[in-house]
């Protein structure tokens, strides 16, 4: 390799810094955009929040296979095994939806803080 | 200052050459590292995306929700105890509420239908008329304007005009509902005039909540009333229960990634001792060799972290986090198709950086030490 080669070849600390400053760029721009598109975020939100405010809803309408993984906050206590004392859970979304935690006695007051 | 400067980037030069001198090895280690960072990023990212979605959304829920229980189980309440519950200081107005659950078999998916309330306007519903959330307008490609028939478990069918659908911003929480009439949702459901789903109440001072709820536990002792704390702390339960369950998963190949990076630094190739030793044996310091290797680990750790954390953030806001959609719908016909808002919360970042470059660092740190205090003359043996 010849030394003009050598000297035109960019430095090693240069290659990384470079590389490093394009993903941060990018990085940032995703956050700016972000950003940007804040107001209309909040927008939209809004109009979920007061579509639920009118309706009354009280749980995401994420799981529809069950009643308590459509409305976790609304099932039966212990609401898993509702359907057999000793039955096993039939829905794959009952793996991911947790029991109801802080509802203590099932009246008011128990779990509260 | 500059000439501490210049030795940096002299070493960084170095371990730059280091690493191109072993690319298919590093560019590897570096692709995995990425992915691991990737999948934590895409878990926390969706994680948090959705909790906050859901929580702003919901943030303005019944303050208490009564239902009759009889035997343990959900009852129909009654307008007597209607009646009883409206005679309580405190409480303000008490909704009564129909809603309930409908298997269609035509869309293979279950419903919310649901009453909207006669204070509602902008849902108010003539009989015949129906209001479909985005997820059941998909399942049944319905369009305002067309019929929209439902059949009851009793054979009793329902048949109904889209009046409006329910807009896609509001589908994380609308989804699966369709609205009827009062009238429609009795006679279909064979419901008696003064029964209803449960009650919704608005309390005066929503510090009394818990007070009211308890007072009100009181003079109906067959009713369970859910506030709105419970409501939320039971979504909070639930997105974090499965996000946790999530990086539990993942914390194995976290773990299998921790172990790899420590047996490729403590198992040095020949030639990385080697090098090593000849550094040493020209004069190099045994710290210019760790901060030389440190430098390696960072330009290693740093473009991994990056380039997953961008990935992740594509992945999640751009692709609605795709590759996790099978896993997440589960049985859920009309899984809400909502866009995710990405929130910058630096907290989070830098939990993902903790979680991913610290366990490296301290992986490669301690076995380059070990090689590079020891005798140049016999490492290079």
Redesign the interface.
């Known amino acids: 390799m010849t030394s003009a080669s050598l000297a035109s070849r960019p430095?090693?600390?240069t290659?990384?810094a470079l590389?490093?400053c394009g993903?941060?760029l990018?990085?940032g721009a995703?956050?700016a955009a972000?950003?940007l598109?804040?107001p209309a975020?909040e927008a939209?939100?809004e109009?979920?929040?007061a579509?639920?405010?009118?309706?009354?809803?009280?749980?995401?309408?994420?799981?529809?296979?069950?009643?308590y993984?459509?409305?976790?906050?609304?099932a039966?206590?212990a609401s898993a095994f509702?359907d057999a004392p000793t039955g096993l859970d039939h829905?794959?979304?009952g793996?991911?939806?947790?029991?109801?935690?802080?509802?203590g006695t099932?009246?008011?007051?128990g779990?509260?803080e | 200052m500059g000439a501490r400067f210049e030795r940096q980037r002299h070493l960084l030069d170095f371990a730059v050459a280091s690493l191109a001198r072993r690319p298919a090895k590093n560019l590897g280690l570096t692709l995995v590292y990425a992915l691991v960072v990737f999948l934590l990023g895409s878990v926390m990212l969706f994680g948090s995306a959705i909790r906050r979605e859901a929580g702003v959304m919901l943030a303005d829920a019944p303050e208490i929700v009564a239902q009759s229980m009889v035997m343990g189980r959900h009852d129909l309440a009654t307008g007597a105890d209607l009646e009883a519950l409206k005679g309580l200081r405190g409480i303000r107005r008490v909704e009564p509420r129909l809603w309930g659950y409908l298997w269609d078999s035509a869309g293979a998916a279950n419903y919310t239908v649901m009453v909207p309330s006669p204070s509602d306007a902008a849902h108010a519903l003539a009989s015949g008329e129906a209001i479909v959330g985005e997820g059941v307008a998909r399942a049944r490609k319905l369009a305002v304007g067309k019929p929209f028939f439902l059949v009851s478990p009793a054979g009793k069918f329902l048949r109904t005009r889209i009046k409006a659908i329910l807009p896609q911003a509001s589908a994380l929480v609308s989804s699966d509902l369709v609205l009827v009439a009062e009238a429609d949702f009795r006679s279909f459901f064979a419901i008696p005039a003064d029964r209803y789903t449960d009650f919704a109440i608005e309390v005066a001072n929503p510090r009394e909540v818990s007070t009211i709820a308890e007072k009100a536990s009181v003079r109906l002792p067959t009713y369970r009333f859910v506030t709105r704390a419970d409501m939320h702390r039971t979504l909070e339960a639930l997105f974090s229960w499965r996000e946790g369950l999530a990086l539990a998963l993942l914390a194995a190949s976290l773990l299998a990634f921790v172990i790899l990076a420590f047996d490729k630094a403590s198992g040095l190739s020949a030639e990385e001792r080697r090098e090593i030793g000849i550094l040493k044996a020209i004069g190099w310091e045994t710290s210019d060799v760790i901060r030389m290797k440190l430098w390696e680990g960072t330009a290693i750790s740093g473009t991994a972290f990056l380039a997953g954390l961008l990935a992740a953030w594509v992945h999640v806001f751009f692709f609605s986090a795709g590759l996790f959609e099978p896993v997440l719908k589960g049985w859920s016909t009309l899984w809400p198709r909502f866009p995710l808002s990405p929130e910058v919360d630096a907290l989070e970042i830098a939990t993902l950086a903790l979680l991913t470059v610290v366990p490296y660092t301290a992986a490669v740190v301690v076995p380059i030490w070990k090689t590079a205090v020891t005798d140049p003359d016999a490492v290079m043996r």
Do not use: C, K
Request: charged letters at 20%.
């Open positions: 430095r090693g600390s290659l990384a590389s490093t993903l941060v990018a990085l995703l956050i972000a950003l598109a804040r975020t939209r939100r109009s979920g929040r579509l639920a405010r009118e309706l009354g809803l009280t749980d995401p309408a994420l799981f529809g296979e069950a009643r993984t459509r409305h976790p906050s609304q039966d206590l509702q829905f794959p979304a793996s991911l939806v947790a029991a109801p935690r802080g509802f099932g009246h008011i007051g779990g509260e």
